[in-house]
């Protein structure tokens, strides 16, 4: 199973930016499929993006399309999450996930980080 540990999060106003990275211990990151997740407060977990383990393929939920981008390194066992334009409504908890197999639903990954946590002001 791999481990997994977030950074990146913050404070940032309205249409601001920021870079989530998710680093994974092991070697075989590269042969997980990767997302990420966010949960606001009083609301339930929604997927945000995920990418191939190739890299080649990329998700993505129809409300960050054109404001976020996935990416990852396979040599630096990292996933990231640019985040772009920002808005106050998504203020939430970014979780990183893994996955063995290719769907985006919260029960296709086995394995979660703790989170970090982004903050949008107005």
């Known amino acids: 199973q791999v481990q997994l540990v977030e950074s990146g999060g913050g404070l940032v106003q309205a249409g601001g930016s920021l870079r989530l990275s998710c680093a994974a211990s092991?070697?075989?990151?590269?042969?997980?499929?990767m997302g990420w997740f966010r949960q606001a407060p009083g609301k339930e977990r929604e997927f945000v993006a995920a990418v191939s383990s190739s890299g080649n393929n990329l998700y993505y939920a129809d409300f960050v399309k054109g404001r976020f981008t996935i990416s990852r390194d396979n040599g630096k066992n990292t996933v990231y999450l640019q985040m772009n334009s920002l808005k106050p409504e998504d203020t939430a908890l970014y979780y990183c996930?893994?996955?063995?197999?290719?769907?985006?639903?919260?029960?296709?990954?086995?394995?979660w980080g703790q989170g970090t946590q982004v903050t949008v002001s107005s």
């Open positions: 996930a893994a996955s063995h197999g290719a769907g985006t639903m919260i029960r296709d990954f086995g394995s």
């Open positions: 092991g070697r075989t990151f590269s042969s997980y499929f």
